[in-house]
């Protein structure tokens, strides 16, 4: 985690890939350093937001966005049909 003093943000995942994060953690969470499944899902989500810099920013990173920024609650019936597709 941080060492900073942590932000709210919750991630939502279906059951059954709220189920594979825990079993993930729990099967390799010690092996691979990570001291909590927060910890896990930080530096994967981390990893995947310097992707998206590299490819999408020229490698630099983001301006932060400010809390409030993002629409909150669940998606729409139409943002989940278009989800998978």
Not at 13 to 42: H, K, N
């Amino acid at each position: 985690m941080s060492k900073r003093k942590p932000a709210s943000f919750t991630p939502y995942f279906t059951q059954e890939d709220a189920g594979r994060v825990r079993a993930a953690f729990l099967s390799t969470g010690a092996a691979e350093g990570y001291a909590s499944v927060s910890d896990l899902i930080e530096k994967a989500v981390l990893k995947e937001v310097r992707r998206l810099q590299r490819k999408h920013n020229g490698g630099k990173p983001f301006d932060p966005a400010p809390p409030g920024a993002l629409r909150t609650g669940r998606r729409s019936l139409d943002e989940e049909k278009h989800r998978t597709e």
